[in-house]
């Protein structure tokens, strides 16, 4: 199946600082991209979803300012979060569809970035 | 609104006992996918199955199984003779037409104990 990678796995940051986890598409280009966080035990939320050379569509309650996310090309988008604090501690997850699947409605996930702020 | 609901937040079975994960969803669309994924220990969501809602027929693959059922809105997974290598959370999804957003129940985590 298609292949999508994240990095970093792990990321342990000093509250205040900013982190950025790549979320790439190995071996098919993505037009959409999706980011998703997860808490402990809890289901996946969906954060943003990023096309291609647009800027990114948040879900409500998500701040854009805090959590910037930018898709400049066809495998790679990125997912910031800026001014961290221990609260965004969490595992967040990115996701991509193929652009050329004619199915085109099957979305693969990579392997999650666990952040940790202290 | 659409919603997915999986009541069971957790189950242990026994080593090559089966197992049944019920999902639950709520579309008003006429036109939608299910979808299973698995999330090991690791944290990677691992794609196992799509359903389109005009496709009703049932699904083998190995030991894996699902039952969509429209008339109850159900698409459960059946594990036969489960291993410990299944231990691991599984999320059923649900995508509308027209929209890429999924919207996943709240898992159900599966432990097997040797």
């Known amino acids: 199946g298609a292949v999508v990678s994240q990095h970093p796995s792990r990321v342990i940051c000093k509250s205040g600082t900013s982190v950025k986890i790549e979320c790439r598409s190995l071996?098919?280009?993505?037009?959409?991209m999706f980011w998703y966080r997860q808490f402990p035990k809890q289901s996946l939320m969906l954060m943003a979803t990023?096309?291609?050379?647009?800027?990114?569509?948040?879900e409500q309650g998500v701040e854009k300012d805090k959590f910037l996310i930018n898709h400049a090309s066809l495998t790679l988008s990125t997912l910031t979060v800026t001014s961290a604090h221990p609260e965004d501690s969490s595992f967040y997850i990115c996701?991509?569809?193929?652009?050329?699947?004619?199915?085109?409605?099957?979305?693969?996930f990579g392997e999650g970035s666990w952040l940790t702020v202290v | 609104a659409q919603k997915v609901t999986q009541a069971q937040t957790e189950i242990s079975v026994v080593e090559k006992e089966d197992v049944t994960l019920d999902c639950v969803y709520e579309t008003r669309d006429t036109t939608y996918y299910l979808f299973w994924y698995k999330q090991p220990p690791s944290g990677e969501l691992v794609f196992l199955i799509r359903r389109n809602s005009f496709d009703e027929q049932n699904e083998i693959s190995g030991r894996y199984s699902w039952n969509f059922q429209k008339s109850t809105s159900s698409f459960n997974f059946t594990i036969t003779a489960s291993q410990v290598v299944d231990s691991a959370v599984y999320f059923c999804a649900l995508k509308g037409s027209g929209t890429y957003k999924y919207i996943f129940g709240t898992g159900t985590r599966l432990k097997v104990l040797a």
């Open positions: 990023s096309n291609e050379g647009s800027k990114a569509t948040y």
């Open positions: 071996d098919f280009q993505a037009t959409t």
């Open positions: 996701s991509a569809r193929i652009g050329n699947d004619p199915q085109g409605n099957t979305i693969y």
